[in-house]
């Protein structure tokens, strides 16, 4: 039980991480979720929202950090 402990923790600092993020983003005035490829549409009481851009420019960094993560690992 105690590496499940460690696991919950460790996932719950990294959604806390990725909150603040998300509020510094917001603060910053840079507009994830609106960005020009992410679909939306929009009806009487329903939106369906599609973040394409979004997530391929999040991909893109995750993947970046992760590559110079395993540099200086070697």
Do not use: E, K, Y
């Amino acid at each position: 039980m105690f590496g499940l402990g460690r696991i919950l923790i460790f996932f719950g600092l990294l959604l806390v991480v990725i909150g603040v993020v998300v509020i510094l983003f917001n603060r910053l005035n840079i507009p994830l979720g609106r960005l020009p490829g992410d679909l939306t549409w929009r009806g009487r009481g329903w939106t369906v929202s599609f973040p394409l851009a979004t997530s391929i420019l999040i991909s893109v960094l995750l993947t970046l950090l992760l590559w110079v993560i395993s540099r200086f690992r070697r």
